[in-house]
Each structure stands twice: as C-alpha cells, then as structure tokens.
DNA sequence: CTCCGTGCAAACGATTTGCACTATG
DNA sequence: CATAGTGCAAATCGTTTGCACGGAG
C-alpha cells in the first residue's frame, strides 16, 4: 500500500503547509476548492487522515469539537482560544510534565501526554474590550 | 429557571456517582435502561449537560469521539488507556503547569489548562501480555 | 396551576463509506 | 496495467431540537 502523490494531496498538504494554522477539515475544502473546483470533502478528509497516519502533517482530536490538522507533526503542546477556537503550537518549558515521575501513575504505563492550554487569543480580547466600551 | 429533582434525573445522577467510572451518554443510557425502560437517550443527554453546567458532575472533552461524564466535578488531570479509552483521574503533582509561567503566552492570557496522560491501563499491558504468549 | 422535564422522532453537523470511474507509478 | 485515489451520494455516528404531553413544586 504505498502512497501516490496525486495532484489533490500535493495542493492539499501545501496549502496546510502553508497556512500555518491549524485548520479543519472544511476550511481546508474551502481553500482548496478554488484551486480546484471539483474536489470533494470527502477527499480532503481520506488525505488528511492519510497524510497525518504518514506521520507528515499532526492530527488535534478535542471531543465535541471538529478535528484541526496541524502543520507541525513534531511533538508539542497547543494552547487554544476560548471565543474563536483558535490554535496554536507551544512548547510549555520546564512546566511540562515531567515523565519520570509518572512512569507508571495508577498501574498504567506511560506513553506520553497532551497538554493544551486554554485561554484567550489576541484578537478576542480586543474584541471584549470593545464590546465593554460599548455598553458603558 | 430552577432545577427539578425528577426521577430520571436522580438516577442518572446516582448511577454515574455509583460506577465511579467517566461514561459515556450512550453507556449511561444502557444502564438506566434496565431501572427505567421508557427513559429515553434524550433525557440522559438533556440531564448530563444540566448537571455538569451546574457543577455537580464533571464533563470531559478529550481526545477520541464521545464525551464522557465525570462523577468528580472538581479539577483535576486525566490518564487515559490508549487500548480501551478507559479513563481515571489523576493528580499529577509538580509535574502540573505553573500557570505563573504562562500569564501571557503568544499574547493570549492564559485561563486554564488540561492535561491528559495517556498510557496503557493494567488490564490492558494484561491482556497484550497474553497475546505475546500465545504467538511463541 | 405553572412551567420544567420528558419521550419520541426528526434534524443536525462532522465524518466515513460504497461504488463506479480515473490516473499514478 | 494494476491498483491507489477520486467524486458523488448515501450512510453513519454522536448529539441536539421541536413538539405535545406529564409531573414536580
């Protein structure tokens, strides 16, 4: 089962790529379907899982939320927004989880961790503050 | 717009705070199925998302497609079982992110994080042991 | 007696899949 | 050419919602 670079992989994975966002799936559609007007969801979304299971693009799976595939697909923490779900890579120095001490935390044994910070983005809070003048 | 103490909502409650576990709507549902056949997957949903907004329960939105329910509202970290999604609270102590650190990453403001641990529960590291055996 | 809560079915949004066709390697 | 990939529509999965009825306070 090897991988074909087809012509809607390679503008798939280079406008990701590009973006330097973390995009959904249907962002993703969006921006390709101009480039290429036929393209199907569904074909962004079979790519999308296959270049992520290639270990070439990252794959941010929050319950209840949409999927968002990551540019980076070295390991790193997130740190998103509240308002807009807006997100972003970060690497959380000397405050990330130290796997020593969880070697094996309630009989499991540990493989890793996912850590997101959850707070406010630039633009939001811009945002806020204008909604705040308003009502006074 | 003040709550009820109905029936169903009383053993919902009671049956989650009884598994001690983190179910999910569906598995809730199944069990309250056998005290209450009429009850419908609706209510159990409707009385989740009420009592987690209220506080009384807690509500988990991690990795992978279904939201679970905790019977613990308070804050806390998560291990997940990479095998069967089963998952456990957790203190992860000086291992946590100092939030100090964090007042304005990326020029957000920092509200909260959530730390998931992932691993393999000790039923699970069981049974791939019995795999290996059994291909000797 | 007021309305919050319920059961049911239908609606919904995100994602996946079956199929016949296309095009890469 | 063999077979991975595509477009399309329909299916699926988890969850939510509109509605008429029922029951808690």
Redesign the pocket.
């Known amino acids: 089962?090897?991988?074909?670079?087809?012509?809607?992989?390679e503008i798939?994975l280079r406008e990701l790529l590009e973006s330097k966002q973390h995009l959904?799936?249907?962002q993703l559609y969006d921006i390709v379907k101009q480039l290429?007007p036929?393209?199907?969801?569904?074909?962004?979304?079979?790519?999308l899982?296959?270049l992520s299971e290639a270990g070439i693009i990252g794959k941010l799976e929050i319950?209840?939320?949409?999927?968002r595939f990551d540019y980076d697909p070295n390991d790193h923490d997130h740190i998103y927004c509240a308002v807009c779900h807006r997100v972003d890579n970060l690497n959380v120095e000397g405050a990330g989880v130290q796997k020593e001490n969880l070697r094996s935390v309630k009989g499991y044994s540990v493989t890793g961790y996912r850590l997101e910070i959850i707070g406010i983005c630039p633009k939001c809070q811009a945002k806020e503050k204008n909604k705040e003048n308003d009502n006074e």
């Open positions: 089962m090897q991988l074909r670079m087809t012509n809607q992989r798939i959904t799936a249907d290429m036929r393209i199907s969801l569904a074909t962004v979304y079979r790519n899982e296959i319950s209840g939320r949409q999927k």
